[in-house]
């Protein structure tokens, strides 16, 4: 999950990326996003709750979510404060709809690979309460 994550970074970083500095991704990002998706894994495989089964997912995408939310809070706010003495909003959210996208398709991953290696490992468990 956390190769999957990486490759989408380095595939859309030149792509999506509006900043004058250069952009790039390293190591502490590719250990951070590991961490982030085993935790979230983890979190999905060992618990039988679905809010613990929701929470795993979120935790795994994790960046997503954060990116998004402050793509939708920061423009929604700039707008709010400055509405009234410009008569519209200066930005728009389009960003957040990107962001959202790209997030749902690593929610969307992680949840096909959890539930392939949840049925794998309840599969393998029967197996061996047979012998």
């Known amino acids: 999950m956390a190769l999957l994550q990486t490759l ?3 595939g859309r970083i030149d792509g999506a990326t509006i900043t004058s500095k250069p952009a790039g ?3 502490l990002e590719i250990v951070a996003t590991a961490l982030l998706a085993s ?4 979190l999905f495989l060992k618990t039988g709750s679905v809010i613990s089964k929701i929470a795993g997912v979120a935790v795994a995408v994790l960046p997503g979510l954060a990116a998004t939310a402050a793509s939708f809070v920061f423009p929604f706010a700039t707008n709010t404060l400055f509405a009234r ?3 519209v909003g200066i930005y728009n959210c389009f960003m957040t709809r990107l ?3 790209g997030t749902s398709c690593q929610a969307a ?3 096909a690979v ?3 290696l949840g049925r794998k490992s309840t599969t393998s468990r029967a197996r061996q309460a047979l012998l």
């Not at 935790?39 to 983890?42: E, F, Q, W």
């Open 8 to 10: 989408y970074v380095l």
């Open 85 to 87: 003495s410009v008569g």
């Open 25 to 27: 991704t390293g190591a």
């Open 114 to 116: 959890a539930l392939l």
């Open 99 to 101: 962001a959202l996208i």
């Open 109 to 111: 991953v992680f949840l």
């Open 39 to 42: 935790c979230g894994m983890i």
